[in-house]
């Protein structure tokens, strides 16, 4: 059975940091992303990587994001630097299997930033 799971999320203040962290169980993954989603908006593209081991951060503000994939756990961590209130989100991980080429979605962890 396959599970993927977001965790790390909470509150924090504005200037801080976190890391999210995507387990995907009971699947090799070809791709993994991070989505984020605010209420009535659509879910935005922040990061991905491939088997290829690249990354990119669409759109995003240089050095926003660092995202680091652990092969043999099958995590990535997505970690958020200098959060403002507008990353107040729910953050989504999205991954392909390598072998099916079937995707999946975890069920969001809550970054609220706040002081």
């Known amino acids: 059975q396959v599970q993927v799971v977001e965790s790390g999320g909470g509150l924090v203040q504005p200037g801080g940091s976190l890391r999210l962290s995507c387990t995907a169980a009971g699947v090799r993954f070809s791709f993994m992303a991070w989505y984020r989603q605010t209420p009535g908006k659509q879910r935005e593209l922040v990061a991905y990587?491939?088997?290829?081991?690249?990354?990119t951060y669409p759109g995003s503000v240089q050095g926003k994001y660092t995202l680091s994939r652990d092969y043999a756990k099958n995590i990535v961590n997505l970690q958020i630097h200098n959060l403002r209130p507008e990353d107040t989100a729910v953050y989504f991980c999205?991954?392909?299997?390598?072998?099916?080429?079937?995707?999946?979605w975890g069920q969001g962890t809550q970054v609220t930033v706040s002081s």
């Open positions: 990587t491939s088997t290829t081991g690249n990354t």
């Open positions: 999205y991954v392909v299997a390598s072998d099916s080429g079937r995707n999946y």
